[in-house]
T-cell receptor, first 112, second 114 residues
Framework: SQTIHQWPATLVQPVGSPLSLECTVE??????LYWYRQAAGRGLQLLFY??????ISSEVPQNLSASRPQDRQFILSSKKLLLSDSGFYLC???????????FGPGTRLTVT | AQSVTQPDIHITVSEGASLELRCNYS??????LFWYVQSPGQGLQLLLK??????LVQGIKGFEAEFKRSQSSFNLRKPSVHWSDAAEYFC????????????FGSGTQLTVLP
């Protein structure tokens, strides 16, 4: 069966510090991968998605970036965090050509 | 562009009562439709999905949803709510053939009274 992992689960970072969140998927090959952000009391905002290694599509211009160095690894990064980057970050995957997405447990990021 | 509207931000029901959560979508063709549930501090769990065929779909945890093309709706129902159903519920619409895929509604928070 497929499993999706995210780490860390919780992160508190000062403004201006770098960020690296990691997501890995097990039990499937060549998945489509997604990064979402969920602000407090709000819905999900798609940040990036990837259909293959090194292929990243950005949905929202901001100080975040994403990379996919391996087939089942998806990384969300920032060089300098802003207060507005605080939120709950969710990674998701789906099979190529599939319908539903499956979500990881999320990372709670607080920028202070 | 596709969009999803969940008109109820917060719903409160008593345990054992029936539940209906509303979802309206906007999409130019036959959409993929989904309902997800999120407990506090957790990721989203897929409850059910509609791609084609029978317009009444059954999901996990006793939930069902009905696709009504004429009303552009995909409402979620449960005949008898349990306290453990308290969570936030998200409706989502997907574009066929698109890797970008899902657009989510803003969610409905469900409170269950004992």
């Amino acid at each position: 069966s497929q499993t999706i992992h995210q780490w860390p689960a919780t992160l508190v970072q000062p403004v201006g510090s770098p960020l690296s969140l990691e997501c890995t998927v097990e039990g499937t090959s060549n998945p489509n991968l997604y990064w979402y952000r969920q602000a407090a009391g709000r819905g999900l905002q798609l940040l990036f998605y990837s259909v293959g290694i090194g292929q990243i599509s950005s949905e929202v211009p901001q100080n975040l970036s994403a990379s996919r160095p391996q087939d089942r690894q998806f990384i969300l990064s920032s060089k300098k965090l802003l207060l507005s980057d605080s939120g709950f970050y969710l990674c998701a995957w789906r099979t190529t050509g599939g319908g539903e997405q499956y979500f990881g447990p999320g990372t709670r990021l607080t920028v202070t | 562009a596709q969009s999803v509207t969940q008109p109820d931000i917060h719903i409160t029901v008593s345990e054992g009562a029936s539940l209906e959560l509303r979802c309206n979508y906007s999409y130019g063709a036959t959409p993929y439709l989904f309902w997800y549930v999120q407990s506090p501090g957790q990721g989203l769990q897929l409850l059910l999905k509609y791609f084609s065929g029978d317009t009444l779909v059954q999901g996990i945890k006793g939930f069902e949803a009905e696709f009504k093309r004429s009303q552009s709706s995909f409402n979620l129902r449960k005949p008898s709510v349990h306290w453990s159903d308290a969570a936030e519920y998200f409706c989502a619409v997907g574009a066929t053939g698109s890797a970008r895929q899902l657009t989510f509604g803003s969610g409905t928070q469900l409170t269950v009274l004992p």
